[in-house]
């Protein structure tokens, strides 16, 4: 069985930094596009950053570059989001998810999010300014 756990959350002050981790388990990390998305009261879940579990290559969407970073440990099945520089629109709960990654960037796994069906309970972040 597929599972995620999601920790790191918290309240923190605008500016801030927060550390997100993903410890997964029921498969291997063997050409995995690993990815952290975040949902806002109200809105949609939004992809946020991703990782190749193959190469380590990383991708993030414009509400993410130059402030978050992400990173793996392949070998304890744990992705990890560092958040720097938070800001109040960063509230969210933070959740990740994995697809088998066939092509050559991680950020298929935004397109094809709709389809996934394993997803752990998130953690919340809350920024407050």
Excluded: H
């Excluded at 570059?65 to 744990?78: E, H, P, V, W």
């Excluded at 990890?80 to 109040?88: A, D, F, R, T, V």
């Amino acid at each position: 069985e597929v599972q995620f756990v999601e920790s790191g959350g918290g309240l923190v002050q605008s500016g801030g930094s927060l550390r997100l981790s993903c410890a997964a388990s029921g498969f291997s990390f063997d050409d995995y596009a690993i990815g952290w998305f975040r949902q806002a009261p109200g809105k949609e879940r939004e992809g946020v950053s991703c990782i190749s579990s193959s190469d380590g290559i990383t991708y993030y969407e414009d509400s993410a570059k130059g402030r978050f970073t992400i990173s793996s440990d392949n070998a304890k099945l744990t992705v990890y989001l560092q958040m720097n520089s938070l800001k109040p629109e960063d509230t969210a709960v933070y959740y990740c998810a994995a697809v088998p990654q066939y092509g050559s960037s991680c950020s298929d796994i935004f397109r094809v999010s709709y389809a996934i069906v394993d997803w752990g309970k998130g953690t919340l972040v809350t920024v407050s300014s």
